[in-house]
């Protein structure tokens, strides 16, 4: 890295530390390029998150940053698979391809990955905007109060739901987009029957868009996730109620709420966002969202491919533009599929067989699970994704990949 004019110039300059930001990293520097992640917070810092992993996460973590130390893990240390409940009392557990997967404590998960990809990290240090000059870019950034300034050859947006960089390349796209409150409090265990090996969630839509328990270092998380606008402790403590009703559990009084708003959404009607010019955007970002609220796997292998595709424009000169969003498609694929209703249906989008669990229950439940799944869609019917995801879909079905030209 070399100074001019009190000016930082590096390669690659990303924004973010979270999996995204780690992946496209570590492709960075191992092909050589000099690389510097920024990040707004002090690291290790705190990530509002389950931490269940796929195993597609799981195998990126092994494959590229080695075996995880138990310094990065919570307890219970893996999570066996996902166990549906619906409002009938029917409940449905699947378990991951390949076995349980690790329970990764953000906070450290992140800061060791981040770690391990070699590249330098400016903590503290906010990114707060760029201007592409058509051969690099330069960029601004704050810290202890005073401005930095960087100048990149490309800029990585990995920034998660701040949509910093996103912001700075389409300053209107933040207002366009359904944001989503998501929120979970800590509570202390007097009795809890959901089986602790498991991540619950409830296909139930008199809770809320999404609703989950799941243990976690001698407590039990409840969340829930709504449409911004509405009462996080109402909603929280309908869901406590009703876990205490109908399943007998037991908590405490609640610690520590955590509220975030999420960017959920881009990765059901294929309205991914990829950047501009010299400036690329991955990760959480992007859209990227797995079902379940999934979004490491997709953060990691986008996080990579935005890597790639700045060493491959590195290398050859061309439009990086072009070169990312080619690359991507398959990453693309893998997300949309897992909202896909024609691939749930005829493919297996995802590394748990929900089908399979689906057999083995007796013809009249199975049918009910099902009806029970359609009803609880029903609840998103004001967002208007219905058509649009089945006509992504079709595309897909018939051309092999999801339309390029809805992304920005
Ligand atoms: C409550 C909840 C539970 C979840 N549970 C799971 C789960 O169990 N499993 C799963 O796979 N996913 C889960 N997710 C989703 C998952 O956390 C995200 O999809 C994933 O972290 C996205 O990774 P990322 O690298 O794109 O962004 P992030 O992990 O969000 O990282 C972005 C980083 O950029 C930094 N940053 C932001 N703005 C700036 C700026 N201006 N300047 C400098 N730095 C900046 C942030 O501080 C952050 O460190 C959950 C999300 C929530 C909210």
């Not at 990114?127 to 990149?152: E, M, Q, W």
Request: net charge positive; aromatic share 10%; charged share 25%.
């Amino acid at each position: 890295m070399s100074f001019i004019e009190n000016v930082k110039k590096v390669d690659a300059l990303i924004v973010g530390t979270g999996p995204a930001a780690a992946a496209c990293a570590k492709r960075l520097v191992d092909a050589g390029c000099e690389t510097v992640a920024l990040e707004s917070r002090e690291l290790p810092r705190h990530k509002a998150c389950s931490g269940i992993l796929s195993p597609r996460g799981h195998r990126f973590l092994l494959e590229n940053f080695g075996p995880l130390p138990k310094e990065i893990l919570h307890t219970p240390s893996s999570a066996s698979g996902v166990t549906f409940h619906f409002p009938s009392m029917r409940s449905v557990s699947i378990n991951f391809d390949g076995g349980p997967t690790p329970h990764l404590h953000r906070k450290y998960a992140d800061h060791w990955a981040m770690l391990r990809s070699g590249a330098e990290i400016h903590d503290q240090t906010e990114f707060t905007g760029l201007s592409d000059k058509g051969t690099h870019v330069d960029v601004a950034a704050t810290r202890d109060g005073l401005p930095v300034n960087y100048r990149a050859r490309f800029v990585i947006g990995a920034e998660g739901p701040s949509l910093a960089v996103v912001r700075a390349v389409y300053p209107d796209y933040a207002r366009k987009i359904p944001w989503f409150v998501v929120g979970q409090k800590f509570h202390p265990i007097i009795d809890c029957p959901l089986d602790d090996r498991y991540f619950h969630f409830w296909f139930n839509a008199e809770l809320g868009h999404y609703t989950w328990s799941h243990a976690r270092d001698g407590r039990q998380i409840v969340g829930v996730g709504f449409l911004k606008g509405d009462n996080f402790d109402a909603r929280h403590q309908r869901v406590v109620e009703y876990l205490e009703k109908k399943h007998h559990v037991r908590l405490g009084p609640s610690e520590s709420p955590e509220i975030v708003t999420a960017n959920f959404g881009p990765s059901l009607i294929n309205r991914y966002i990829f950047g501009r010019g010299r400036v690329l955007i991955t990760g959480q970002a992007a859209g990227f969202f797995n079902m379940i609220a999934e979004g490491m796997s997709c953060a990691l292998h986008s996080g990579a491919v935005a890597g790639e595709a700045a060493v491959e424009a590195f290398r050859t000169s061309k439009d990086i533009q072009r070169i990312y969003r080619g690359m991507i498609a398959s990453e693309v694929r893998r997300c949309s599929d897992q909202w896909n209703p024609l691939e749930i249906a005829f493919g297996r989008p995802h590394e748990a067989d929900f089908r399979a669990a689906l057999k083995r229950l007796a013809p009249g439940e199975r049918r009910g699970v099902i009806r029970e799944i359609f009803s609880f869609i029903r609840l998103y019917a004001p967002l208007k994704w219905g058509r649009q995801i089945l006509w992504q879909s079709v595309c897909r079905r018939f051309t092999g990949r999801y339309p390029s030209n809805r992304w920005l």
